[in-house]
């Protein structure tokens, strides 16, 4: 398998990051430093070293956040609260990461894993994984909002965003489903209708739910609880 899979096997870090450790040389095979990510390697029969150290197949694990406003999505940062404060000291954060991310001031659904080819496969584009989010908006929004966010609205930034799914649920609170996820989109989608979203939660992502969860808790899943 490439030396890259087996490394994200190992659950050392995340693809992003392996793929620069190995860049970096911080990554040996056989005693010979390899930046090379798509070496052929082994399951005992290749050694392998990520910072001198040789790293075990690791039980992948997963588990299901229900993130609070106020944290950032990232495992560390110098000047602001992150996500990975809200994991239990029982969860080695060294090991898992976030799928996708949520803006600061966004609460909802957030999953953590050490699976990095799951990881992968969820953000990829091609994959279209549904992300629903609750939505309370500054105004009412018309049926021509609705219809304009359904079919593909153009950002501030000229983006045209994809097809959505608009659940109305009262004239200032709606579910939005997309298949994206750029920064700020939501935001900027009910921006491009003249409107401003005052509070934002993910409630889905894929099959995966809130159901049962209280803010702040998080909770293992298995793998076979995610539906690809």
Request: hydrophobic letters at 35%; proline letters at 3%; aromatic letters at 8%.
């Amino acid at each position: 398998m490439r030396l890259e899979k087996y490394l994200v096997q190992c659950g050392v870090a995340s693809r992003k990051k392996i793929k620069v450790a190995i860049a970096q040389g911080r990554v040996t095979v056989n005693g010979n430093i390899e930046v090379n990510d798509a070496t052929d390697v082994e399951w005992e029969k290749d050694i392998i070293t990520f910072d001198g150290v040789i790293p075990e197949k690791k039980q992948l694990k997963y588990y299901v956040m229900y993130k609070i406003a106020g944290y950032i999505t990232a495992m560390e940062d110098k000047n602001k609260k992150t996500v990975a404060e809200l994991l239990p000291e029982s969860i080695d954060k060294n090991s898992v990461f976030p799928v996708g991310r949520l803006d600061r001031d966004t609460e909802g659904l957030l999953l953590f894993t050490s699976d990095g080819d799951l990881s992968h496969a969820m953000a990829h584009p091609n994959r279209n994984m549904e992300k629903t989010y609750y939505v309370e908006l500054d105004r009412e929004i018309s049926s021509e909002d609705i219809e304009a966010l359904e079919n593909g609205i153009t950002l501030d930034t000229n983006y045209t965003a994809l097809p959505s799914k608009v659940e109305y649920l009262s004239p200032k609170s709606i579910h939005l489903t997309i298949t994206e996820g750029k920064y700020h989109q939501v935001k900027k989608m009910l921006k491009a209708v003249k409107n401003k979203v005052i509070y934002l939660k993910r409630i889905k992502f894929g099959n995966l739910t809130l159901e049962g969860m209280i803010p702040g808790e998080v909770k293992e899943i298995q793998r076979e609880d995610i539906i690809m």
